[in-house]
Each structure stands twice: as C-alpha cells, then as structure tokens.
C-alpha cells in the first residue's frame, strides 16, 4: 500500500514543485515505485520531467478527477524505471468550479487512487499554492505533508493559515492526516539573513524539520527546461545531492516510524489491564505544537550587519 505525500505550501515560489519532482525521482532511484501527482494547473511538475502538453491534454489528473476516466488511464511513465506521473494542464483550473456541485467533492482524488494505491510504494501530490478545493482533496487522500519553506524572514507568513487549515481537515475528513515535516529550501550558504533564519525554525521547531536543506542551485533552476529531474540531469551537483538526501530521510523516518508503532503495540499488550497505565495522558499533534512556538518566532532578532 503507497503512502501518500501531499506537498504543500499556500505560498508560491517556494520550491514546492521542485521539491515534489526531485523527491519522487529520487525514491524511485532508491527502487521505491512512486507516483507523481501533479495537483497544480500550471502543470510545471509534467513538464519537468518532459511531458508534452499534446501527449496528455485528453487524459490527465483533471479528467480522473471529475469521473470521466479512471486514474489508472492518467497515468504515463518516465525516463526513470519506478517513476511515474499523472499529469495536469490548464484544464484542471475550472475543476474546483465543477466539484463544487458534485457529491462528496472533498473525496475525490481519494476515490481516485482505491485504482493504484496498492501499485506503488509513494505517491508523491504536488499541490497548488492556495488552500482551495484541490489542496482539501489532497490533504484528504494524503496519509502525510511535507511543508517547504524559503529560508526568508517572511517565511513564516501564512504557516498559521495552513495548520489551521489542515486542523480542520483533520477533524471533519481525515483524522490519521500526519506532518512529515518541514523542509527548508532555496537556501543560500553565502547569506548571514539565510542562515539566521534557517537556525531560528530549526531552534524553535525542532524534530518537525527535515535535516536535510535544499540549496539554491543553478542546476535546479536548469534542469526543469531541459524536462529531467536533477538526477539525471547533474547527479553530481548539490542539488542532487540534497534531494538524494531527503529521500534517505524519508525512507529511514518512515521506518523509525513503523518500528516504534510496533514497539508501542506491543508495549500497550504487555501493560494491559495494569492499573498503573496513565491512558489519559494528552499528546500534542504537530501541528499544536507548531502553532504555540508561531508567536515566539515573530520576534526573531535578525542582525542586519551580518547580511
């Protein structure tokens, strides 16, 4: 069964769509099946990795998604062996007019995916920037989200918005709806304002933030136009590198992850029927804990000497 990602930021320009398309290729790299869900009307994810407009304009996402085709039919193979996408055109901006009507609207995309979950081990959903109808069906098919965020002082703007948003999603829709974390990116080493912020989130977040960063890099920014993912476009460069790494990292944090569900059951069947068991402790959500430290980070001390 695929774990479904949806990458999100309500902010544009954030690396989001990068981020979606380098991450995919790079767990399928790692022979990890994975299914890129290009979510977003402008359609840059099909086209970074060289997907023409005319190949997919009569079956993409947007098709699937009102019911005309089955998502299985949307879906198209790339250079690379375990990558595959389902791509979006322009077509896909009038959708959230046309779901507004319709039965069970927010559970689209979920319904979608009952055809392929079991074919693949990730999907990856990259997401528009806004917190619209396509993002809600996201975020309900979505077992996790992962945040990129621009290592600016602005960048904490809209961040309260987008918990709040998913807070909501997680009581009415989906409950089980967890954060991966928070990636940061477009990071330049040679700027004291970067690294200063970059140090603030980490100080303040925390484990809710991905080790690894994501460099601003010229290949980057390169190799969308030649319509290839980083690694095969310039495996040795840093951007490569960083994305490579935060593959690694998913991979090994869902597995921590999975192990510790396994220790907790087993752990909750020796205790059981022991008076001694606090059952009422209360577990704060990440999203809970993000929220209390958001204030805190409105008073960051940015020493402009150092920029």
């Known amino acids: 069964m695929a774990k479904i990602i949806a990458m999100m930021n309500q902010k544009g320009g954030v690396g989001k769509t990068t981020s979606s398309?380098?991450?995919?290729?790079?767990?399928?790299?790692?022979?990890?099946?994975?299914?890129?869900?290009d979510l977003d009307p402008q359609g840059n994810g099909s086209i970074s990795i060289g997907l023409s407009?005319?190949?997919f304009a009569g079956r993409n996402i947007y098709h699937a998604l009102i019911g005309q085709i089955s998502l299985r039919d949307a879906i198209y193979e790339s250079e690379l062996p375990c990558f595959?996408?389902?791509?979006?055109?322009?077509?896909?901006?009038?959708?959230?007019?046309?779901?507004?009507?319709?039965f069970a609207?927010?559970?689209?995309?979920?319904?979608?995916?009952?055809?392929?979950?079991?074919?693949?081990?990730?999907i990856i959903i990259d997401c528009p920037p806004s917190l619209g109808l396509l993002t809600v069906n996201a975020l309900n098919a979505a077992h996790s989200y992962i945040v990129p965020m621009q290592t600016e002082f602005l960048a904490m703007e809209g961040l309260a918005q987008l918990l709040n948003t998913v807070k909501l999603i997680r009581n009415s829709l989906n409950p089980d709806l967890e954060l991966d974390g928070i990636l940061l990116t477009m990071y330049d080493s040679r700027s004291g304002l970067h690294k200063q912020v970059a140090n603030e989130i980490k100080t303040h977040f925390g484990d809710v933030v991905f080790n690894t960063i994501i460099p601003r890099n010229v290949k980057l920014a390169e190799?969308?136009?030649?319509?290839?993912?980083?690694?095969?476009?310039?495996?040795?460069?840093?951007?490569?590198?960083?994305?490579?790494?935060?593959?690694?990292?998913?991979?090994?944090?869902?597995?921590?992850?999975?192990n510790s569900k396994e220790n907790s059951k087993e752990t909750s069947a020796k205790?059981?029927?022991?008076?001694?068991?606090n059952v009422e402790k209360e577990v704060l959500l990440p999203e809970e804990v993000l929220l209390d430290k958001l204030p805190a980070l409105e008073n960051i001390n940015i020493d402009v000497n150092q920029i």
Not at 21 to 37: D, H, M, Q, R
Not at 228 to 251: C, H, N, R, T, V
Not at 271 to 277: A, E, K
């Open 271 to 277: 205790n059981n029927g022991s008076s001694n068991i």
């Open 223 to 258: 190799c969308p136009s030649f319509g290839k993912p980083i690694i095969l476009y310039d495996i040795e460069s840093k951007g490569s590198e960083a994305y490579l790494a935060l593959a690694k990292e998913l991979i090994l944090k869902e597995r921590f992850k999975g």
């Open 21 to 37: 398309v380098n991450l995919a290729a790079c767990l399928a790299v790692a022979e990890k099946k994975t299914l890129l869900i």
């Open 105 to 122: 609207r927010e559970s689209k995309l979920k319904n979608a995916f009952k055809s392929v979950e079991k074919d693949y081990d990730y």
């Open 84 to 102: 595959d996408i389902c791509p979006s055109d322009n077509n896909l901006s009038g959708a959230e007019i046309e779901l507004v009507s319709l």
């Open 53 to 55: 407009k005319e190949k």
